[in-house]
């Protein structure tokens, strides 16, 4: 699968997570599977792919974050760019 692909794959993932509005900490195990799958994801892409699939997610999520009223959801997104960019 293409960085383009992982992309909008991962994105979705993440927004739909961010917009469920589920119970406190209830998103948290499913979080953990999607960044469990990004990660094994990753490790099948160049380094330079798996830099811009980061990169790229990194910025959409925090332009995300800046406009998202919805605490629950700031949350989210707040924990997925972390992840992202640990590693950058």
Not at 12 to 29: D, I, K, Q, Y
Request: charged share 30%.
């Amino acid at each position: 699968m293409g960085v383009t692909a992982l992309y909008r794959r991962y994105h979705g993932l993440v927004r739909e997570l961010a917009s469920r509005g589920s119970p406190e900490n209830a998103w948290r195990s499913d979080l953990h599977q999607i960044l469990g799958w990004f990660s094994d994801d990753c490790r099948k892409l160049s380094p330079s792919s798996r830099d811009l699939l980061r990169q790229e997610l990194s910025s959409q999520i925090e332009h995300e974050l800046l406009r998202c009223t919805d605490a629950d959801a700031r949350v989210v997104l707040s924990v997925v760019l972390k992840h992202l960019e640990a590693d950058l």
